[in-house]
């Protein structure tokens, strides 16, 4: 120990100015001090600003009577409501979006992935087209184009186009018949999670049973015939009480059913069509980035082309692929702000009503900027979970 | 690293001069040689840019008469179009000097958000617009109920509208986007039934549709709409200026005071017509106020008097052929009313 304390001491170099590791605390204290000042004096200043202009301040509005509809809620929400349920209202539709643009694009992303590197040529070039036409336009631009697309293709609702199971399309968007929920409906639920459950339990029973004994089971069929087949003898057992609520042609709209809208729809397809392009490039450089070896290995063990993708390949592209999908996750969400050029309330659109009804600036793009921020934070912890228990576990 | 220090420092001490500074907006005005005038995106006979790019509009013209009351010149005046959302904190962080937007006169404007409104340049009021040829039978906006509403967010219509609908227990989609031109397009692409604002909004609009003939306007009219120029809190002397600029305008039209006429008039022996275009002798009215005496003169030259600033954007002499109903003068059973110039 004593030798490691003499070996550490360095040579003084006389003076205590010219000693490194006091200047170096010195100038970091400097810097720290300056940041500190400069941060209060934009508060201070922005504070002295607003008494002056006589700008209300503070976060007590939000307890106001909001006065103003919103289209679209997920929640209970009405004029009556308070400001600060409106910006809720906003913030559970870009969760809602972007929740739903991330799902489909994955899925969309991967096909598209997978297929640029199909032994078919058809295949691979319409990919190619795809990925190339979509990465280049810029967002804003694919969700007018959606958007215009609904607009100006559809017919409006007097013409609507008749789908099976009582769907319509028309301009103002896509109407389905509503579940109706009627006594004893509690009793489906259960039973379909029962199902979910008992089909994760025999799944993981067969991966035992096959590492151990090499025998399959056929664990797809036998998951599906319990996720359908139980909420189905629930249903019937508490006597048939789902009914349907069908939309109706009235004088303006249809009315009944639920309603998709067209602003949800462009910004949801939009971004999903996007986000996929550069899904697809990421998920083909994550197969590619996986060893050509290990596809000839495992073909020489006997692997379909199906199996090897599914078992081998893809696996290994995971390590690859996540840390860059997490990104284009983070860039998906925060492009849903850009809902507000077609008039869909998320949490940009409803805030900034807010902001212009209230006057509340600062307060408003706080708000904005904390909660985006939170988001992309959450977005990133998951995925680095995610990540963490993708990465190459060494045995 | 102490240059560096220093030179933060004395930003810093500079921003702070920077801002203390802005209190005056007519020196920091006269300084910059124009005015920066806040207005719509483009509403006909507002504030809409013409084919050659000049801004035409009551609104537009507002901003001009304070620039011949300031300089004398009417030109000198430079806009910034702004939309529903935007215009307040233009207002509030001084990058305009005058909103001067079809904007309505509110208290809570007036108080929480720091703005003085001058006066009423014109008296409007929230109606609905439909498209008959797509919906027969409907001739009152109480048949709405279930109706698709475009509406422009941000807006007191927005919130006028929302109370309607509630007040007579009828139902309806509000359809909401930030800019003008959105509302106008989703509205004439039927992803709405009903577009509503301010009644001489719809007219404007109306002619911008593809078939303005199609499209009619309900009798209705759900809200007070007074539209007037505001400017910021904390400078009295060019709230003053502005106020004062809209007053005479109005006090113009009362005593006959026309572009064509203003030279001559300024011989004239009225003794109120010499105390407003300022030819009394050694009168202040017009230095008192921040600007020369002749401001009145300066003003009527640039764009007339009130009512022909009114029908030259939005009556006869205009497509919107409105009415001047209650923006009359008072002395012709209008509203529009000046108190004495003296």
């Known amino acids: 120990m004593a030798s490691q304390e003499i070996l550490r001491e360095e040579p003084s170099r006389g003076s205590f100015i010219n000693d490194p590791k006091v200047r170096g605390i010195v100038f970091q204290a400097v810097v720290v001090i300056v940041l500190v000042a400069l941060v209060w004096w934009i508060v201070q200043n922005t504070i002295d600003n607003l008494t002056r202009l006589r700008i209300a301040s503070g976060f007590g509005f939000l307890r106001g009577r909001a006065g103003f509809d919103i289209s679209d809620s997920a929640i209970a929400y009405s004029s009556d409501s308070t400001y600060g349920r409106a910006i809720v209202v906003g913030f559970v539709n870009t969760l809602i979006v972007a929740a739903a643009g991330i799902v489909t694009a994955t899925i969309i992303g991967f096909i598209l992935g997978v297929g640029r590197l199909s032994h078919n040529w058809l295949i691979r070039k319409i990919c190619m087209v795809y990925v190339e036409v979509f990465r280049n336009i810029p967002p804003l631009l694919v969700i007018f184009f959606w958007y215009s697309g609904v607009l100006s293709v559809l017919p409006p609702p007097r013409e609507s186009i008749n789908l099976p199971f009582s769907s319509f399309l028309n301009q103002r968007g896509f109407y389905f018949p509503r579940a109706v929920w009627g006594e004893g409906s509690w009793l489906i639920l259960v039973a379909l999670l029962l199902g979910i459950a008992m089909a994760w339990f025999v799944a993981r029973k067969a991966r035992q049973r096959q590492m151990a004994t090499g025998q399959q089971f056929p664990v797809f069929w036998t998951s599906a015939a319990l996720i359908i087949g139980l909420p189905l003898l629930a249903y019937a057992l508490s006597g048939f009480p789902l009914s349907f609520d069908y939309p109706k042609q009235s004088t303006f709209n249809l009315t009944g059913g639920f309603q998709v809208k067209p602003e949800f729809l462009s910004l949801y397809l939009a971004l999903s069509f996007y986000t996929a392009a550069f899904i697809a490039e990421i998920v083909r450089a994550g197969i590619m980035g996986v060893n050509k070896g290990q596809t000839e290995a495992a073909g020489a063990l006997g692997l379909r082309p199906g199996s090897i993708l599914r078992l081998v390949v893809i696996p290994q592209a995971m390590r690859i692929v996540i840390p860059p999908l997490t990104s284009q996750y983070l860039n998906l969400t925060k492009n849903s702000s850009l809902a507000i050029a077609i008039g869909y309330p998320d949490l940009t659109a409803t805030t900034g009503t807010v902001l212009n009804q209230t006057g509340q600036a600062i307060e408003c793009v706080l708000i904005m900027m904390v909660v985006y921020l939170a988001l992309s934070l959450l977005t990133s912890a998951v995925m680095n979970v995610v990540n963490a228990r993708m990465a190459l576990v060494e045995r | ?342």
Not at chain 2, 136 to 153: D, I, K, T
Not at chain 2, 255 to 275: D, F, Q
């Open chain 2, 1 to 342: 690293m102490k240059h560096i220090a220093i030179g933060i420092l004395g930003a810093a001490t500079l921003g702070l001069v920077a801002s203390a500074a802005s209190a005056a907006t007519l020196d920091d005005v006269k300084a910059k040689g124009f005015i920066q005038c806040g207005v719509s995106t483009g509403l006909a006979g507002f504030s809409a840019p013409d084919d050659k790019g000049d801004w035409q509009g009551i609104d537009a013209d507002f901003c001009r008469a304070v620039a011949a009351a300031v300089f004398g010149d009417g030109t000198k005046v430079k806009f910034t179009p702004l939309s529903a959302k935007e215009r307040f904190t233009a207002l509030q962080s001084g990058e305009i000097d005058v909103l001067s937007r079809n904007t309505t006169w509110t208290i809570n404007r007036d108080t929480a958000l720091g703005l003085n409104f001058v006066g009423v340049t014109y008296y409007d009021g929230q109606g609905f617009m439909i498209n008959a040829k797509k919906l027969p039978g409907v001739n009152s906006a109480l048949q709405l109920s279930g109706a698709a509403v475009c509406v422009q967010s941000g807006t007191t219509t927005e919130l006028n509208l929302a109370d309607y609908f509630k007040t007579n227990k009828m139902e309806y989609s509000p359809v909401v986007f930030e800019q003008l031109s959105e509302v106008d397009a989703a509205y004439d692409a039927g992803r709405c039934d009903v577009y509503t604002t301010d009644q001489s909004g719809l007219y404007g609009i109306r002619l911008t549709l593809g078939a303005p003939a199609d499209h009619v306007v309900l009798p209705e009219i759900i809200s007070k709409e007074p539209l007037g120029p505001a400017v910021r809190q904390g400078d009295d002397q060019w709230y003053h200026i502005v106020k004062w600029t809209y007053f005479a305008l109005l006090q113009a039209e009362e005593l006959g005071i026309t572009k064509a006429n203003v030279e001559e008039m300024k011989a004239s022996e009225n003794p109120e017509i010499k105390r407003v275009l300022g030819q009394e002798a050694d009168t202040k009215i017009g230095t008192d106020l921040g600007v020369s005496n002749d401001w009145v003169v300066n003003i009527v030259k640039a764009v007339g008097n009130y009512g022909e600033m009114f029908e030259r954007n939005v009556g006869s002499g205009s497509p919107l052929k409105i009415a001047r109903g209650i923006n009359a003068l008072w002395t012709k059973g209008g509203l529009q009313y000046s108190p004495p110039i003296r």
